[in-house]
């Protein structure tokens, strides 16, 4: 009777330890535990284009700029981001100001397909000269008898909202405010809507993806402090509201865009100079006006523009 038990315990042991029973012996592994995505990410990106337009209007002389721009950003969720960034651009302004500087920031709540963006902007524009009657600017007025301030730095709230309809439909309203638009004085509000058609891997030009934009917005203008005033408005002129809008083609490949577009406003060359102080606008009889004294600016009219740039963000290096 022992001897049977012996070998019946045998022979379990040697069941249990063959290789088909093994796993059923094997002690349950805890799984490593999950790798920490942090909350921060980094965009960041610079261009090089043609020209700098903003709202229809060349903030360059219709030359080249550069711009580049660093961003971290705070994901609370998927659903809900907070950034703040830094930013810059070369320009060409009346003033002589060396750049534009650009501090803002804001969040960006997700909602299903449409993505919000609420936040604030600061536009800086250090080193500018200040050009206009002798008794406020001792360099006189510039050349072709505009006047501007040495300080065209202002601030702007904004809200933007952008609907991803699919893969390659997109649709978006923006809407921007300020007291005091370029330090003129004169409160400014900016309206527009904008589509975009990306086109589908399937339509890809060789290697290139490529999209299909537009915009068409309105530019909201109020009446500018009595540093800008004439004879018949001594405590500012009323400045006049605009259309503007444009159309472009992008080409994209990995990290880098060339973005081909139209762009164009409804303003004349008289208030565009009066809106401006265009220091290169040269005087036109068909310019004299309420608000502008004669020169007639190019500045907001018809323009061709392209520009080369890369956007890169730290998450997706990873």
Request: net charge negative; aromatic share 16%; hydrophobic share 40%.
């Amino acid at each position: 009777m022992m001897k049977t038990i012996a070998l019946a315990a045998v022979a379990a042991i040697a069941l249990s330890t063959a290789p088909g029973h093994a796993a059923d012996m094997t002690m349950p592994v805890k799984a490593p535990p999950p790798v920490a995505v942090s909350p921060w990410d980094l965009a960041f990106g610079a261009g090089l284009g043609t020209d700098y337009i903003f709202r229809g209007i060349t903030q360059s002389n219709h030359r080249p700029s550069v711009n580049a721009y660093f961003e971290p950003r705070y994901n609370f969720n998927s659903n809900l981001q907070a950034y703040a960034g830094v930013a810059g651009e070369s320009i060409s302004f009346p003033n002589r100001a060396a750049a534009e500087i650009d501090f803002y920031g804001g969040i960006r709540p997700t909602f299903g397909p449409v993505a919000f963006d609420f936040g604030y902007w600061y536009y800086y524009y250090p080193g500018g000269e200040c050009f206009g009657p002798t008794s406020t600017c001792v360099a006189g007025a510039l050349p072709n008898g505009n006047t501007v301030k040495s300080d065209f730095s202002f601030w702007e709230v904004y809200a933007k909202a952008l609907w991803t309809v699919n893969d390659q439909w997109a649709l978006g309203g923006n809407f921007y405010a300020t007291p005091n638009i370029l330090n003129t004085g004169a409160d400014g509000q900016y309206l527009s809507g904008t589509v975009k058609y990306t086109a589908p891997a399937s339509a890809a030009i060789g290697r290139l993806g490529w999209y299909v934009s537009g915009e068409f917005g309105r530019q909201f203008l109020g009446t500018t402090d009595a540093f800008y005033g004439n004879a018949l408005f001594p405590n500012g002129i009323p400045l006049d509201s605009y259309n503007t809008w444009n159309v472009g083609l992008g080409l994209t490949y990995k990290v880098f865009t060339l973005d081909l577009r139209y762009s164009d406003t409804d303003l004349s060359e008289a208030s565009c100079n009066a809106f401006t102080g265009d220091h290169t606008a040269g005087f036109n009889p068909s310019a004299v006006t309420a608000i502008n004294g004669g020169n007639a600016s190019k500045w907001c009219g018809a323009t061709f523009m392209a520009k080369l740039s890369f956007d890169m963000t730290l998450d997706a290096l990873k």
